[in-house]
T-cell receptor, first 114, second 109 residues
Framework: TAGITQAPTSQILAAGRSMTLRCTQDMRHNAMYWYRQDLGLGLRLIHYSNTAGTTGKGEVPDGYSVSRANTDDFPLTLASAVPSQTSVYFC?????????????FGPGTRLTVL | GQNIDQPTEMTATEGAIVQINCTYQTSGFNGLFWYQQHAGEAPTFLSYNVLDGLEEKGRFSSFLSRSKGYSYLLLKELQMKDSASYLCAVPDSNYQLIWGAGTKLIIKP
């Protein structure tokens, strides 16, 4: 079982360009999450989805959008990248939403915006 | 609002015991999580405490005091592979996790 996968592993992106970070899970989890992790800061929630067809904004949603067309996939799009979006991005999933479920993380995407 | 505090870095010796503290402030309380994150890797779940007291899981134990807004992770018989960051997290009022910045644990031989 693959669990949760992310693509690409890493990417260098020119400022102003758009990009979609892919996330797929095969655990049939209802809830999915996108975080960014920056040195010296904790994981910060960008967007989340409690179930297929619904999404919500996290702590730092500006400049990012998500969709949840089905249970397995939860892509994150940067419409017009800026250098402050340089970060490591983690996708995660949990069986249900509610804050008391263990979250399972993908391997991360290291994004550099120049 | 919500706030989580953890020490930035700790150093311990192989074979010893180390305690990593976490203090939190939340408007409600729905449990506290500890995750381990090795450098360059994804976080992995260690423990979840919702009631006061100590929960033991092998070499790792986690303690919670809800009245004090305090938790600690206790690692016994330290091994070199325990060198990692340890992340404390609590759900916010929307039941989404708020994360501490993590404690980097350095194990020396």
């Amino acid at each position: 079982t693959a669990g949760i996968t992310q693509a690409p592993t890493s990417q260098i992106l020119a400022a102003g360009r758009s990009m979609t970070l892919r996330c797929t899970q095969d655990m049939r989890h209802n809830a999915m999450y996108w975080y960014r992790q920056d040195l010296g800061l904790g994981l910060r929630l960008i967007h989340y989805s409690n179930t297929a067809g619904t999404t919500g904004k996290g702590e730092v949603p500006d400049g990012y959008s998500v969709s949840r067309a089905n249970t397995d996939d939860f892509p994150l799009t940067l419409a017009s990248a800026v250098p402050s979006q340089t970060s490591v991005y983690f996708c995660a999933s949990s069986p249900e939403s509610g804050g008391y479920n263990e979250q399972f993380f993908g391997p991360g995407t290291r994004l550099t915006v120049l | 609002g919500q706030n989580i505090d953890q020490p930035t870095e700790m150093t311990a010796t192989e074979g010893a015991i180390v305690q990593i503290n976490c203090t939190y402030q939340t408007s409600g309380f729905n449990g506290l999580f500890w995750y381990q994150q090795h450098a360059g890797e994804a976080p992995t779940f260690l423990s979840y405490n919702v009631l006061d007291g100590l929960e033991e899981k092998g070499r790792f134990s986690s303690f919670l005091s809800r009245s004090k807004g305090y938790s600690y992770l206790l690692l016994k018989e330290l091994q070199m592979k325990d060198s990692a960051s340890y992340l404390c997290a609590v759900p916010d009022s929307n039941y989404q996790l708020i994360w501490g910045a993590g404690t980097k644990l350095i194990i020396k031989p």
